[in-house]
């Protein structure tokens, strides 16, 4: 009895000093967990943003993807994680847009994290599957409305980057169209370059290789000015549609709870990844901008997300 009780403390001292002991972290794996498919925009943003991070910590970071519900089975995942340092959230604009689609989400975004920073911005494009008649927005839109909603449009579900722009796209052009989801925009760029779908609205870091290659037709770019990248593809305001300007965020999150010593950690990590040229000019040739250093701060991403929070509120609201 005495030595299972003893061991009883020692694991517990133990647990404690784990969570406690940030001049030894990381002494374990990190998880960086995208709460989408895997090959998607997200997905890659994490990928890259873990090497980067890894060799400023002196750790292996993995990317876990654990996909549905908009992204709130992950995000409730990390949510209920031990908050030590060694399972971190990597979202978007999901985490402001899941309060109002996702009402009865096991968390509050903003209650169970502790922000790290904002990361990149990355602006949509509307691509076609390569066989599709239209070579530009107008033609495109034309092309819709002549099918009286049985176009198809690919998207990842409810609250997700690609439903988002979807749904601004047809709301500002007065339009229907046959919804296809999908778990995840991996899944769906593939129907869309087998031809199964007719088109889809994505981030440029999941859409530039496949339009660079022919493989899909762009339309526009979600962005007020052409994006370097893809010099050929005309920006929202050109191709008439302003209302159609789009740039989704990403930030990174920790379990409520976890040690200031460890979010600083994390917070100089990050900022030295995103400060690496390599990693600028990496993100900038998927379309991304990686965000300003004053705009990297915890306190940034706090506001941005209560922002946010509002912002789609307001636009989603009306559809519940």
Not at 58 to 74: D, Q
Not at 106 to 115: G, K, L, N, W
Not at 170 to 176: D, Q, V, Y
Not at 234 to 252: D, K, N, R, V
């Amino acid at each position: 009895m005495k030595r299972s009780l003893a061991a009883a403390i020692i694991a517990m001292v133990s647990g404690s000093c784990a969570i406690a002991a940030p001049d030894t972290y990381p002494s374990q794996p990190i998880t960086f967990l995208v709460p989408y498919a895997a090959g998607g925009p997200t997905d890659t943003v994490a990928r890259l943003l873990a090497e980067a991070m890894g060799r400023r910590l002196g750790g292996r970071i993995i990317v876990e993807n654990v996909a549905g519900a908009g992204g709130t089975l992950g995000s409730g995942r990390v949510a209920k994680a031990e908050p030590n340092g060694y399972t971190l959230l990597l979202n978007h604009i999901g985490m402001a847009t899941s309060v109002t689609l996702y009402p009865g989400a096991s968390y509050d975004p903003v209650a169970a994290f502790e922000p790290i920073g904002l990361i990149v911005d990355v602006p949509m494009t509307m691509v076609g599957r390569a066989s599709l008649e239209p070579n530009s927005l107008a033609e495109l839109v034309s092309f819709v409305r002549r099918g009286e909603g049985r176009a198809t449009y690919a998207h990842a579900g409810p609250g997700t980057a690609s439903h988002l722009c979807g749904t601004m796209f047809l709301a500002a052009t007065r339009m229907t169209a046959t919804a296809v989801p999908y778990r995840g925009t991996g899944p769906a760029m593939s129907d869309l370059v087998g031809g199964q779908v007719d088109f889809m609205c994505d981030q440029t870091t999941n859409t530039t290789t496949f339009i660079r290659s022919g493989h899909v037709k762009a339309y526009v770019t979600t962005r007020a000015a052409r994006i370097p990248t893809l010099p050929e593809v005309p920006s929202a305001p050109e191709a008439g549609f302003a209302t159609l300007e789009l740039s989704i965020w990403h930030g990174l999150y920790a379990p409520k709870g976890t040690p200031p010593e460890i979010r600083q950690k994390l917070e100089a990590a990050l900022a030295a990844a995103l400060d690496d040229p390599a990693l600028t000019a990496r993100f900038g040739e998927l379309g991304g901008i990686v965000v300003a250093q004053a705009e990297r701060r915890p306190a940034a991403l706090r506001a941005k997300l209560a922002a946010e929070i509002e912002r789609w509120r307001g636009v989603l609201s009306p559809a519940q």
